[in-house]
């Protein structure tokens, strides 16, 4: 919603909005010029051209009656977002995870190629700047959101898929639906960007016009081997249809899933004819979004924020700190996102976290939703019950703090997992001292 906001106000449009509450992107569209409230109200909207909404928004919202009432335009983001896709040659980024990086490593290569491409990415990132920009250029590259199934309403140019898991099955009611409505996605591009090692990504190609495929471990048009790992770099040799084409470094980005969303995005910039030579050399700079494993401390302990929030994610996340701090010990802390993910997906998430050595859960960040009986944060420690030592749950800040204090040795690793405050609860830990 912001992104959409910030890229309509660079257009010259009279922009305003609202949000529940305070938060850094709303002080951020506030000093780019676009008026934001705290809260929703009627005489919030002063006879508005068209009101946008999300599916965060629920129907007895009452600027949304209000705009009813009034018969002014009513859109939902993505309806919105189709009428810049058509505006536009479009590459439209879709995935469970990994999108928002591939995104930003998208734009990134256009705009440093001079293409001066409008973007609209799920987060902020150095490289780039901001999460969204209106360029003069004619390449629109935009993070798509699968969870309310509107994506099938875009027709990009080219269709890129990071991975498929099972999420939002609050919405799909199955991963059969929910692969059928990216299947629906990719049928409605012209070009597709997929990837190999994902079984229900790679069962796309047969929905594809035509599609380029990337790997690590199958046989893919675009193959990362050798990978190795040192920290928060991360190198690999890069196959194109079994020539050599260069060494791919990831300066900051660590771990083989970043590996696969750099194919991703070299791939896409491949078929808006980029050389290698000079994309590897952009991503070689590329810097992660705003909480994609930021390190907050790095002083004996290593500290890192991560938006992970599916069991995939914070393996992944996991996998990367073993292989290139390989600490003494990792603790994770760990606030599940939503009660619908956790009903669905709480084994797991324990089975996740298993590769950790001590974890801290805390509640359940809700987002929009409502409680949802039986359904609670004690449940994931209950699934890991097998070495109680090793899992707590607590629920205060002040209580993770203060166990953070008690267990930290030095060469410990710790990092923190969800998409809600849990990285508000690690900032003020690290700024009093850990």
Known sequence: ??????????????????????????????????????????????????????????????????????????????ELLAQLFNAHQSIGIAGTHG??????????????????PTFLVGASSPTLGHHARWGRGQWLVAEVDE??????????????????ACDHLNHYGSQQALLAGFARFVSQSRKAVLNADDPPAATLRSYAREALTFGIEQPAD????????????????????????????????????NVANALAALLAGHLLELEFKEMLRIVKEFRLPERRFQILEENGVVVVDDYAHLPEQIEVNLAAVRAGWKPKRVIALFQPHRYSRLRYMNERFARALELADLVVVTDIYPAFE?????????????????????????????????????????GDFIIGFGAGDIWQILHRWVEKGS
Do not use: W
């Not at 922009?15 to 509450?21: A, E, I, K, T, Y």
């Not at 920290?231 to 791919?248: P, Y």
């Not at 607590?394 to 953070?404: A, D, G, N, T, V």
């Open 1 to 78: 919603m912001s992104a959409l906001a910030r890229v309509l106000h660079e257009q010259g449009h009279p922009v305003s909005g609202s949000d529940l509450r305070e938060t850094a992107r709303t002080e951020q569209l506030r000093a780019a010029g676009i008026p934001v409230h705290q809260g929703h109200h009627r005489l919030h909207l002063r006879s508005p051209e068209a009101v946008v909404y999300s599916s965060a928004i629920q129907p007895s919202n009452v600027e949304l009656q209000v705009a009813q009432s009034s018969g002014c335009k009513i859109l939902h983001r993505q």
């Open 99 to 116: 999108k928002t990086t591939t995104s930003a490593m998208i734009a990134s290569l256009l705009l440093e190629s001079r293409r001066d």
């Open 147 to 164: 969870s309310d199934g509107y994506f099938t309403q875009l027709h990009p140019d080219t269709a890129v898929v990071t991975n498929v």
């Open 222 to 257: 675009l193959v990362a081997s050798s990978i190795e790992q040192h920290r928060m770099s991360t190198r690999a040799d890069l196959i194109f249809r079994g020539d050599r084409v260069g060494e791919l470094e990831l300066a900051a980005a660590p771990g083989r899933h």
């Open 370 to 410: 409502a409680p949802i009986p039986g359904v609670d944060a004690r449940s994931v420690v209950e699934a890991m019950s097998k070495d109680r030592e090793r899992v707590h749950y607590l629920s205060h800040p002040k209580e993770i703090h203060s166990f953070l204090n008690e267990q930290t040795v030095p």
